[in-house]
């Protein structure tokens, strides 16, 4: 059974950069069509996608964060990461992290993680 | 982008009566290399990660109950449950998968 878990810094000063690891168990990162991605949710609102990372080593950004989100694999540790700069309380949320298989919807989820900007 | 509008943003329904949810894409989700819609419907309980409960509009998730039911094609798709559930109440959201650019529609609040 897969399983993901989030971690990272639940507090980012404004202007800095929020960085989270997704840690993978149950299954290899490496093996199989799949894509890695980051989802996020604000308090109460609804889910954006942030951008995701697939086997062939392409990544996708949501045109609205592109110019400020990094999605990497290291395959060494099983996990992926996100990396968010230039931060502002507009990007406190619940960060998901997520697997799909190729051309297929997002199915594992992991249980988030809140990231509150603030100074 | 493809925008995904879900209608109504919030619903009460009576326990055993049946709820309707509606999810409009800006464009067709029909895929016609292989006849496929790629649009998914998740369920959110509240301090819970979404839960797959539909994909290819219709197909129902392993596990999910048989009330739960998925419809439609192209840029039109409703997410029915037959009998509601008090373990039912819950935010519902449709996903569309048809490019790399995922995105989601606003959410609908089911309430009893």
């Known amino acids: 059974q897969l399983h993901l878990q989030e971690s990272g810094s639940g507090l980012v000063k404004p202007s800095q950069t929020l960085s989270l690891t997704c840690d993978v168990s149950?299954?290899?990162?490496?093996?199989?069509?799949?894509?890695w991605g980051w989802i996020r949710q604000p308090p109460g609102k609804g889910l954006e996608w942030i951008g995701s990372?697939?086997?062939?080593?392409?990544?996708y950004y949501n045109p609205s964060l592109q110019s400020r989100v990094t999605v990497s694999i290291d395959r060494s540790k099983n996990q992926f990461s996100l990396k968010l700069t230039s931060v502002t309380a507009a990007d406190t949320a619940v960060y998901y992290c997520?697997?799909?298989?190729?051309?297929?919807?997002?199915?594992?989820w992991g249980q988030g993680t809140l990231v509150t900007v603030s100074s | 982008d493809i925008v995904m509008t879900q209608s109504p943003d919030s619903l009460a329904v009576s326990l055993g009566e049946r709820a309707t949810i509606n999810c409009k894409s800006s464009q067709s989700l029909l895929h016609s290399s292989n006849n496929k819609n790629y649009l998914a419907w998740y369920q959110q309980r509240p301090g819970q990660p979404p839960k797959l409960l539909i994909y290819?509009?219709?197909s129902r998730e392993s596990g999910v109950p048989d009330r739960f039911s998925g419809s439609g094609s192209g840029t039109d798709f409703t997410l029915t449950i037959s009998s509601l559930q008090a373990e039912d109440v819950a935010v519902y959201f449709c996903?569309?998968?048809?490019?790399?650019?995922?995105?989601f529609g606003q959410g609908t609040k089911l309430e009893i």
């Open positions: 290819w509009a219709s």
């Open positions: 149950g299954g290899s990162i490496s093996s199989g069509d799949y894509s």
């Open positions: 997520a697997r799909a298989a190729y051309r297929d919807p997002l199915t594992n």
């Open positions: 990372m697939y086997h062939n080593g392409y990544a």
């Open positions: 996903h569309q998968y048809y490019n790399t650019q995922y995105t």
